[in-house]
């Protein structure tokens, strides 16, 4: 049967993980909170909302809702804001070509994330029409590593959790990935992601045997 091959956006299709920095930064620094690229670490695959209340936390600043929903627009429009110009060139190395193989091979391919941002980050960069499904932060109640984004993008593609293959660069996405029955596999540091069941620095480092080896 089919395998769907399920990616995270931020961090592991293209580098805008720098760019949530710099907008959150800006951010931090108006409130005089310090935010640095450890912080930065803490709030990678967590959910706009959970990453204004992190930030907050390490300033120890209390706010009212109303004062919180300001900040959140404001840290979007800033975000939005390096996005503009945004193209192909921004696409993670690698990427196209496992896009590429997965589709030559008839399999199936959808997006699991966070951000309510996905959809023109997947037009901008011209990768759209790989897709097959699209979950993003605006179909989902529950943020990873609670599975329900993976879940809904295995539903739409009707594939068995089993046969899903997820790709992600955050802790709480391997976790989520993995209390789903699917198989993990790790983008980034291998110590940070150590939970998945198998890593690759990048997708350059992934060779298509690998995907290869999955199918059936
Ligand atoms: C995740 C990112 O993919 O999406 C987080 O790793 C981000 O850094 C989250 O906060 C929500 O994204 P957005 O685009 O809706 O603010
Ligand atoms: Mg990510």
């Known amino acids: 049967s089919k395998k769907a091959f399920i990616f995270d956006l931020d961090g592991v299709i293209v580098d805008t993980a720098k760019y949530h920095f710099l907008a959150w930064q800006k951010l931090a620094q108006e409130l005089g909170i310090e935010f640095t690229p450890e912080h930065n670490e803490e709030l990678k695959g967590v959910s706009r909302v959970r990453s204004l209340d992190i930030i907050l936390a390490l300033g120890n600043v209390q706010a009212s809702q109303e004062d919180k929903n300001k900040w959140l627009i404001k840290k979007n429009e800033e975000y939005l804001s390096y996005l503009v110009d945004m193209?192909?060139?921004?696409?993670?190395?690698?990427?196209?070509?496992?896009?590429?193989?997965?589709?030559?091979?008839?399999?199936l391919i959808a997006l699991g994330s966070a951000s309510k941002n996905a959809r023109p980050i997947l037009e901008k960069t011209g990768i759209l029409h790989f897709f097959d499904a699209i979950v993003d932060g605006n179909d989902v109640a529950n943020a990873k590593p609670d599975p329900e984004v993976f879940l809904r993008a295995a539903k739409l593609v009707k594939a068995n959790n089993k046969n899903c293959i997820v790709f992600e660069d955050s802790v709480a996405g391997i976790q989520a990935a993995n209390v789903a029955n699917m198989i993990s596999v790790g983008i980034g540091d291998a110590e940070i992601l150590h939970e998945a069941k198998y890593n690759f620095k990048d997708f350059t480092f992934m060779d298509l045997s690998f995907i290869e080896a999955l199918l059936d």
């Not at 060139?89 to 399999?107: D, H, R, T, Y």
């Open 87 to 107: 193209d192909e060139s921004e696409l993670l190395p690698g990427v196209i070509n496992v896009l590429q193989f997965i589709k030559e091979k008839k399999q």
